[in-house]
């Protein structure tokens, strides 16, 4: 079974929201990044994000996420959007976790998310979400949407690697605990 991994900028306070307008990068959080998109050959991303990035990664020349996100699977979950034509995409329509499911179903590496902040929070009370990657940035972002609301379900993490890069950003992995 395949996993399915959800990738998120985070602020110290806990917004998940925006992050070009908060977040830093340094080399080290690249490496990171770069040795998780190695790791993927499907994406799944929300309406928004997916409309943002369609409109952003085409023509980007920032490495390697831009020849990643250009190439790679994308599975785009929306009721709203009529068509998905940015390269390798096709929507999600209808039952979303049974499509995710059936993803995971098949053999092949593992299946990212990147943003799509409505989506993972949907996958997450799903439990369809394997592992979690926080890149925590020294900010405090001061508002926007964050990841876990009021009226989450409790539940547990457990943390399978931690690294602290050269300037201060926390990328913490979690392993989600299967009810």
């Known amino acids: 079974m395949r996993k399915v991994v959800a990738n998120l900028f985070y602020s110290i306070d806990g917004i998940?929201?925006?992050?070009?307008?908060?977040?830093?990068?340094?080399?080290?959080?690249?490496?990171?990044?770069?040795?998780v998109i190695e790791r993927q050959d499907d994406v799944l991303l929300g309406r928004a994000t997916y409309e943002d990035w369609a409109a952003y990664w085409p023509t980007s020349s920032d490495q390697p996420f831009a020849s990643f996100i250009n190439s790679v699977?994308?599975?785009?979950?929306?009721?709203?959007?009529e068509n998905a034509n940015w390269n390798n995409s096709r929507l999600l329509r209808g039952d979303v976790a049974g499509e995710v499911g059936s993803?995971?179903?098949?053999?092949?590496?593992?299946?990212?998310?990147?943003?799509?902040?409505?989506?993972?929070?949907?996958?997450?009370?799903?439990?369809?979400?394997d592992e979690l990657i926080l890149y925590v940035m020294p900010v405090v972002a001061g508002r926007g949407r964050h990841l876990f609301e009021e009226g989450d379900e409790p539940g547990r993490l457990t943390l399978t690697d931690s690294r602290?890069?050269?300037?201060?950003?926390?990328?913490?992995?979690?392993?989600?605990?299967k009810a």
């Open 73 to 81: 699977r994308k599975h785009v979950a929306s009721r709203s959007l």
């Open 164 to 177: 602290v890069t050269r300037n201060g950003i926390a990328i913490l992995s979690y392993a989600l605990a």
């Open 16 to 35: 998940v929201e925006a992050p070009n307008k908060w977040s830093g990068y340094d080399e080290d959080m690249g490496k990171k990044i770069s040795a």
């Open 103 to 129: 993803l995971k179903a098949t053999s092949g590496r593992d299946i990212g998310t990147h943003g799509s902040i409505r989506l993972v929070q949907s996958l997450l009370r799903l439990g369809l979400i």
